[in-house]
Each structure stands twice: as structure tokens, then as C-alpha cells.
């Protein structure tokens, strides 16, 4: 069998993500390729396990400080390039084309008939999952912008949809890792604000942080804080070690937050759809503090805070990885039984789920009632 993998390239958990998918499909006789659209090629790193991969320019959003900047959007994506990508790839000779929200592979897998698979959290929103900021503009980007065949959508649960539980980078060092993690720190990655922005809010403190920011070229103390470069080894070994982790509204990162048993505090990119919608989530099941800017009383109160508790989610990308390889697209009902039923809630946030569907089926009495499923 020959996949064509294809991955959304403008954040990291994207790119997490299809490294636990390649890791578990290398344990089938599986050739696959993979290709990343999305961000300049230079600005990719820890690529190793994908092999010789392939990058486009594709399609991305532009922020500045924490908001999402639509004329400056406009100006930088090329649809006439995308457009030329897209007739210009190839994939007639692949079996089955996988698109994590990737545009080019999708919409070339689409025009050249090969049955494609999106495995990504975007495919959630297609279902009766919260959803906080949503316009029509917003549906028809998730639904137009990388269609696919089939669709297997990531959530932190299921609310009784066909959607599986998240994929996990299980390659995530262990707790003796060498790290720059000072005793008690807290990891904070807010890549879409500004550097001096958010030292400027952590330098009130004298609780230590490490701060992983694109801006950053090389390891620097500032009193309390400790700056660093994006690195895949650094970073994970940092989060296994921190006592918890301040971030924008991404899906991955909290992800591998909550199975690490790491308090979180959330700050959404302003506009931003899905980013609005997970904070929003994650604060309604009990799992994530929020602020909407970067404000010092919210950091001060949530660093009182303990912690939740660690999620124990299963082992998906192995799961989809076999599904994928034997080729039944349309066999799904047992793979979501199977391992939604491995999932293990603290019993505080079973007490917030409870609370959560109560609240939904009270406030949204025609919508799918959300409970979970027999076990």
C-alpha cells in the first residue's frame, strides 16, 4: 500500500500529530510520503521522521499580537499558486491520500478520484460539537478548504458523535530528560503574540517560567524567565517537567497537557474560530483556566490553582494506523466504541462532563443530548 500523507504546516500540533501517525504506520509495510504546505521550508524543524517530504506554500493565516490580521492574510497567500499545486501534484499512483486539514493533497486526491481520509480536529467541527465565535465564512472553510472522502475528527470527548479521542505523541521523553525547567516552572508558548509582550507579563512575577517562543535564536535568562528556541526534544522534555503550561488555543498541546496531568491557562487567538472554540471547551469540562489577553491577575490566580488531574486517552494513532491498513473506510463504529471506552477521566472532570451535558440538554434541548457512551 502507498499513502500520500498530507499535513497543515502553520502549527506544530499538526506536525506532532503526524509523527505518532508515522511512527505507527512504519509498523506496517506501508510506503508513505509525506508533504507540508503552509510555512516557508526553512522555518521546519525536527523533521526527521518523515523522510524525504516534500513542502508547499499552501494556505495560512497571518496574526499579529494575539489577533488574526485578515488583510494581511489576503495579501500573503497566493491562491493562484495553490491553485497550480494542486493541478501539479500527483497522486494517481497512491492508494488512499491523507489530508491533516492539507489542502493541496485533498483537493489534488479530489480532482484525481483517489479516495482520501481527513484525520485532524478541524473534521470535529463537521459534527454537533461546541462551537464559540463560528460564522458562515468559518463553515465554509472547514468545510471547503481540504475536502476529503472520509473524515475522522479529534476531541477531548466525544459528546456522542463520531469522533475519536486525540492522537498523542507518545515519543515524549521521560521526566529525567536533561531541560532547562527550573524546580515548580511553568512552560508557557503563546508563538502568536509578541515576544515583548509576553516577557513583559511574566517578568511581574517571581514564579520561574520557560518560555518557548519563534522569536527566540538561542537560550537567554531574564531574571524569572528563561527564553528558548522551538526545538521538538527541548520543549517535550520542558513539559514533562513543568508544573503547568500557559498557551494559546491550539488542540495538541493542551492534548498532551491534560495526559500529563499539567494545569493549563489558555489564551485564544482573537478571531480565530477553533482556537475560540477549544478554550472555550476546555474551560466548560472543567479541564482549562482562560484569559482573553495577557492579563497578570488571571496568571496570578490560576497559579494558585492545582491541578486537574492527568487524562489517560489510548493509543489512536496505532488504532487508525491499523484501520487505514486494512482499508474498511467505512467500518468506524467499533473503532470509536473501542476507544472512547479506554478513556480514564479524573473524577473531577467527570463531575464537570456531568455538569457539562446537563447544562447543554437544559440550555440546547434540540440538540443531540450529550452523555457518555455505554462501557
Known amino acids: 500500500m502507498k499513502l500520500l500523507y498530507g499535513v497543515q504546516g502553520t502549527g506544530n500540533g499538526h506536525i506532532s500529530r503526524a509523527r505518532a501517525m508515522a511512527r505507527a504506520l512504519a509498523e506496517y509495510d506501508v510506503e508513505v510520503d509525506f508533504i507540508f504546505s503552509g510555512r516557508p521550508a526553512e522555518h521546519y524543524f525536527d523533521m526527521t521522521p518523515f523522510g524525504d517530504y516534500r513542502t508547499f506554500t499552501g494556505m495560512s493565516f497571518v496574526s499579529r499580537d494575539g489577533k488574526i490580521d485578515m488583510l494581511a492574510t489576503a495579501r500573503h497567500n497566493h491562491l493562484a499558486q495553490l491553485r497550480r499545486d494542486i493541478r501539479q ?8 491520500v491523507i489530508s491533516d486539514f492539507e489542502p493541496i493533497s485533498a483537493w489534488a486526491a479530489r480532482q484525481q478520484g483517489i479516495p482520501s481520509v481527513a484525520i485532524s480536529h478541524q473534521a470535529a467541527f463537521s459534527h454537533a460539537v461546541p462551537k464559540h465565535g463560528e460564522t458562515w465564512i468559518n463553515r465554509l472553510i472547514m468545510r471547503h478548504f481540504a475536502p476529503t472522502d472520509y473524515a475522522i475528527g479529534l476531541h477531548w470527548y466525544h459528546f456522542n458523535q ?37 516577557s513583559e507579563l511574566l517578568l511581574r512575577f517571581s514564579q520561574p517560567f520557560v518560555c ?12 524569572n524567565l528563561t ?18 503550561v500557559i498557551a494559546n488555543g491550539g488542540f495538541e498541546l493542551p492534548s498532551e497537557a491534560l495526559t500529563l496531568g499539567k494545569k493549563l491557562l489558555l489564551k485564544p487567538l ?12 476546555l474551560a466548560q469540562l472543567g479541564l482549562a483556566h482562560t484569559m482573553n489577553s495577557l492579563d497578570a491577575s488571571a496568571v496570578r490566580e490560576w497559579l494558585q490553582t492545582p491541578a486537574v488531574g492527568a487524562i489517560a486517552y489510548p493509543d489512536v494513532a496505532k488504532a487508525l494506523a491499523e484501520w487505514l491498513v486494512k482499508g474498511e473506510l467505512d467500518q468506524t463504529r467499533s473503532l470509536f466504541h473501542h476507544l472512547w471506552a479506554q478513556v480514564d477521566y479524573p473524577e473531577t472532570v467527570e463531575e464537570s462532563i456531568l455538569d457539562f451535558n446537563r447544562l447543554s440538554t437544559r440550555v440546547e434541548p434540540n440538540r443531540l443530548r450529550l452523555q457518555r457512551l455505554n462501557r
Do not use: W
Open 227 to 244: 527564553l528558548m528556541p522551538l526545538g521538538k526534544e527541548s520543549f517535550h522534555s520542558a513539559l514533562h517537567q513543568c508544573q503547568g
Open 212 to 223: 518557548f517562543h519563534p522569536e527566540v535564536s538561542a537560550p537567554e535568562q531574564r531574571e
Open 89 to 96: 501534484l500527483d497522486v494517481s499512483d497512491y492508494d488512499k
Open 270 to 281: 482573537s478571531g480565530q474560530f477553533e482556537q475560540l472554540s477549544n478554550v472555550a471547551t
Open 162 to 198: 463520531a469522533i475519536l479521542p486525540p492522537i498523542i505523541d507518545t515519543s515524549l521523553p521521560n521526566a529525567t530528560t536533561v531541560s532547562p525547567v527550573a524546580e515548580k516552572a511553568v512552560l508557557v508558548y503563546l508563538p502568536f503574540e509578541s515576544l515583548s509582550a509576553v
